[in-house]
């Protein structure tokens, strides 16, 4: 999975490239979005700090992980923020959150397919995965623990390109549906662009993560017209940023019967 020179096909920009075992995995019934049993909530944390360890050796010491002007993250100040962030690992992306939102909390959002990963599924939430839900009568649930958090003064990550592409170093387009979060809150927004970049002497570059923002609702426009320029100047900040990549590991191919 994204070795050097390996080829992926696509037909459409919000394809799957990736095809793993137990993916059509959906939400359990009695599936629970805000734990309050202290039992749990005890081991959630010891597990989190797991993850920490697990994100710090994975990310710094096999993706090779630097952030850069990371500090942009202070502007949040005491209030939850929302961090949006193209998708290019498929198990780092996982973990990168947590070293990201440091010294805080982080929270993302994730499709209900990762519920079928083995044994890593049956720890996302512990680990502060916010499984999108299914049906509308489970919205109301999500959307509390997504309030929640953000009252906790805790930062919500997503990947609005959806599924993941192996080090594709362009941003896809992807629409604004997610931005409805940060407009309805009225919370900063930032951008998180992933670039990969040349390391002297290796065929694996190293993963150099940018941020920008706050990028904040303009209340002078309507609500749509709100969530549409917000997601433009998110987007726009992604796309400058990853022009910063100098690097091809993986190859991208749209296939000839593909539409335009």
């Not at 990736?18 to 019934?29: C, N």
């Not at 594709?168 to 990969?196: D, Q």
């Not at 209340?219 to 400058?240: C, G």
Request: hydrophobic share 40%.
């Amino acid at each position: 999975m994204g070795r050097p020179g390996k080829t992926y096909q696509y037909q459409n920009w919000d394809d799957d490239v990736i095809f793993t075992k137990h993916q059509e995995a959906s939400i359990p019934p009695g599936f629970i979005w805000l734990h309050t049993n202290r039992i749990y909530r005890f081991v959630s944390t010891i597990v989190y700090g797991l993850c920490i360890g697990f994100a710090t050796i994975y990310c710094r010491l096999f993706l090779h992980v630097t952030f850069r002007n990371k500090r942009c993250l202070r502007t949040q100040g005491k209030n939850g923020a929302f961090i949006f962030a193209n998708h290019t690992q498929p198990l780092g992306d996982v973990f990168i959150p947590m070293l990201a939102a440091l010294p805080r909390r982080a929270y993302t959002v994730a499709e209900a397919a990762n519920l079928g990963i083995p044994i890593v599924g049956k720890m996302l939430t512990m680990g502060g995965a916010l499984i999108l839900p299914a049906k509308l009568s489970q919205m109301i649930q999500f959307q509390r623990a997504m309030t929640v958090r953000l009252k906790q003064h805790q930062r919500v990550f997503i990947y609005p390109e959806a599924h993941v592409w192996p080090y594709y170093t362009g941003i896809r387009p992807f629409p604004n549906g997610a931005f409805h979060y940060p407009v309805s809150a009225n919370v900063a927004s930032y951008a998180m662009t992933a670039t990969y970049q040349q390391r002297r002497g290796f065929a694996k570059p190293r993963m150099i993560i940018y941020f920008d923002g706050p990028f904040y609702p303009d209340l002078t426009l309507p609500r749509k017209v709100r969530q549409e320029k917000l997601h433009d100047e998110v987007r726009q900040a992604m796309v400058v940023r990853s022009r910063q990549s100098n690097v091809q590991y993986a190859k991208y191919q749209r296939r000839p019967d593909a539409s335009q």
